[in-house]
């Protein structure tokens, strides 16, 4: 299985130095062509999108959160470091054992 980051162009590039696949985003339709491209990519397993590129399509990201069927999405601070009022692992994790 592959990982695929999503995230702005200075957030990807650090990821691809690593060898890991990147998609480079700029608004909200291209985050939406990213995660439906990742959706229909059987070899992607693990999609990380930023924090700030996820709240652009944040109904969408939860719609595959809660549907737990891969690829797995998960949220990571982008290259200027995490937001302020993002939920914390064990939020997210009554949040999706709630549903």
Do not use: W
């Not at 719609?63 to 690829?71: D, F, G």
């Amino acid at each position: 299985m592959q990982i695929l980051v999503i995230a702005d162009h200075t957030t990807c590039l650090a990821f691809s130095l690593g060898g890991i696949m990147t998609r480079p985003v700029k608004g909200r339709e291209e985050v939406l062509a990213a995660l439906e491209s990742a959706r229909g990519n059987q070899q992607i397993g693990l999609v990380l999108i930023t924090e700030k590129m996820a709240a652009l399509v944040r109904p969408e990201v939860e719609k595959i959160l809660y549907a737990m069927h891969l690829p797995l999405v998960v949220t990571i601070p982008d290259s200027a470091g995490p937001l302020s009022a993002r939920r914390s692992a064990k939020e997210l994790m009554v949040s999706l054992m709630s549903r």
